[in-house]
């Protein structure tokens, strides 16, 4: 079950992504267009229909959710001073953008297996405790008239349950459905929600990743011929702040005529920079997790063992 979550996930591509794909690299689009609605199976005749509207210019007949990568493009459109003929032509240079982030927003399997066979482990430990080893030890003290110790009546009475449960849920919304989530709005090039820069962890990966954004939007808008590439890019992502240096740089190339230069070598700089972002939040994730985990690991335990160090005291 998981494979198959982590295969669907890992292949980003849409339908409507495959059809605007082959749609925008052929010299003859229409035609192209028209080929494949004669060849394709029935299932892509809704995207079909979608890139055909594009090509028309009848965007407003288009549904707001599931654009994929031509939201942006129509975002940017709206934003800039030439036609949406124009930045539609640069679909093509946003799918390799994507493209070249596949690497950092790829979801890695192994983590969540481990996952998975952490919780089943700590789960049936505590169990095993729980059931079959601390009842022998409350009845032999209640012989005695005394009282077990309190982490192990903590570890009885289900204080322990709600415990791990809590913990289990953070560390999934933290260490799995967060990154999922972050991961997935790369994947389709959207800024990310800003209560991610809530967290420290992720918020220099947002940042760089919302650079890397800003810069591609302003190579789209440059090959779509706006004169003024940055400004309409800024205003597309008004969200999205750069420093003064890098804006200056950006603005005096563009001015000069060496923009694209310019960009090629920021991305390439953000993307590496991304990656080495990303590996250092996985890595201080995996020792959050390893540690909450030896916790719950220890406390069935030392509930367990507890009792066995009293037992001369409770005999004598």
Known sequence: MLEIFFNYFNHNETQLDEVSRTVMAAEDKPATLEKLQSNLAPRYQKSLSMVSMILAGNINK???????????????????????????????????????????????PVAYWYFAMMVIVSVGSSLISRIKVLPVFEDFFGDFGAELPAVTQ???????????????????????????HLR????????????????????????????????MYMHCGHFAGEGKALQV???????????????AFLAIAEEMGAIDNEILFRKQ????????????????????????FIALSVIPVYAMYLPIFQLGDIAS
């Not at 959207?190 to 810069?215: A, D, E, G, N, T």
């Not at 972002?277 to 390893?290: P, Y």
């Open 184 to 215: 997935k709005n790369m994947s389709q090039l959207k800024p990310i929600p800003s209560y991610f820069k809530l967290i420290p962890l992720y918020y220099p990966v947002v940042r760089s990743y919302h650079q890397y954004l800003l810069l």
């Open 233 to 247: 890019a800024q205003k597309a992502l008004p969200k999205i702040k750069i420093n003064q240096n890098t804006q």
């Open 62 to 108: 288009l549904p707001s959710k599931g654009l994929g990568l031509w939201h942006g493009l129509f975002h940017l459109a709206k934003c800039g001073n030439i036609s949406l003929n124009q930045y539609v032509l640069q679909y093509n240079r946003l799918e390799q953008s994507r493209l070249d982030l596949s690497e950092i927003y790829k979801l890695n």
């Open 269 to 292: 700089a953000v993307i590496r920079q991304l990656l080495q972002q990303t590996k250092a939040a996985e890595g201080t994730m995996a020792i959050f997790v390893l540690l909450i």
């Open 154 to 180: 903590w570890m009885l009475h289900g204080h322990y349950f709600w415990f791990s449960t809590v913990a289990f849920l953070i560390i999934l919304l933290l260490a799995f459905l967060l990154p999922i």
